[in-house]
């Protein structure tokens, strides 16, 4: 795609004359970059239809109305890949054990991530992320790490941007109460801070090594926080241009990293917020 320069003077000309009107046309114009450019996915470990056209890893559950045909919203969770688990594309593609710490990396459309990631790309800003677990095929989540804030990381953290943070890898542990499973299905979710309210998800087919035998019992704690989805979009929702802090229910029990410096840090403003759930009925029939 070849974008139009938006100067009809020289850049130092217009910087002269015009601070204020070029900082807004500069952040137009990568937004406008940014939607044309890439989003993320869990590439390592690998995720589920791993082989299939990246536009469909790196689109957000909302779909992506800009590709032809459009793409209307996608099931929860996981765009339905989660269907999946059972067959040949479900086999494991990573072994974690419990008490240790393990480290999922996240990817854009060039298949790769860090230094050769296209920046800008569309960073929305960071935002809030969360990782969870389902030993039930993704009839259950529980959650294990979440990071309020510049997640994922970016270059300028507290400013609207869509430049990453060439170290897109994270980190966290397998609580070590947790039990042993086979095809147990990781998933990151993403809410985007700036941009469209949107809600990304991407998942991966792990074996958990743990305590006692292998069950198909998701363990207790908190379940995911779900926003910006049909039909629950006027209840769960999130205001652009905030990274949200995430309702306890959402968080207690599982470690929670919150950004030194991150954009309009702001508790999560739905009216129920106890509806909006992985448990709530409503997504787990989606």
């Given at each position: ?31 406008m ?70 480290t ?21 800003s ?52 947790f ?54 979009k ?15 229910k ?37």
């Amino acid at each position: 795609m070849t974008f139009v320069s938006p100067f009809t003077v020289t850049q130092s000309e217009f910087l002269d004359q015009n601070p204020l009107k070029f900082n807004m046309t500069w952040k137009l114009f990568l937004f406008m970059l940014g939607s044309a450019s890439c989003h993320l996915f869990v590439g390592y470990p690998p995720p589920l239809r791993w082989h299939q056209d990246i536009t469909l890893l790196i689109m957000p559950l909302n779909g992506d109305p800009n590709a032809y045909p459009p793409i209307g919203q996608q099931s929860f969770p996981c765009k339905g890949f989660h269907a999946d688990i059972d067959g040949p594309e479900g086999d494991p593609v990573a072994s974690w054990t419990v008490g240790q710490d393990v480290t999922f990396s996240l990817f854009d459309s060039t298949n790769t991530t860090g230094a050769t990631m296209h920046s800008p790309g569309a960073a929305h800003s960071g935002g809030s992320c969360q990782v969870a677990l389902s030993y039930d095929k993704g009839r259950t989540w529980v959650v294990v790490q979440t990071w309020e804030g510049d997640c994922p990381r970016t270059q300028t953290p507290g400013t609207i941007t869509n430049f990453y943070d060439m170290d897109q890898n994270y980190t966290f542990s397998i609580p070590k109460d947790f039990p042993t499973g086979h095809r147990v299905i990781f998933a990151w979710v993403w809410i985007n801070a700036t941009g469209n309210r949107e809600y990304y998800m991407s998942c991966s087919s792990v074996d958990i090594s743990g305590s006692g035998p292998v069950t198909t019992t998701t363990p207790a704690g908190p379940p995911l926080l779900v926003a910006n989805l049909d039909p629950m979009k006027q209840e769960c929702y999130t205001k652009e241009g905030t990274s949200v802090i995430y309702p306890q229910k959402y968080a207690v029990g599982a470690p929670v990293y919150r950004a030194a410096v991150a954009l309009g840090l702001e508790p999560f403003p739905g009216p129920n917020p106890d509806a909006c759930g992985s448990d709530s009925l409503t997504f787990v029939n989606c």
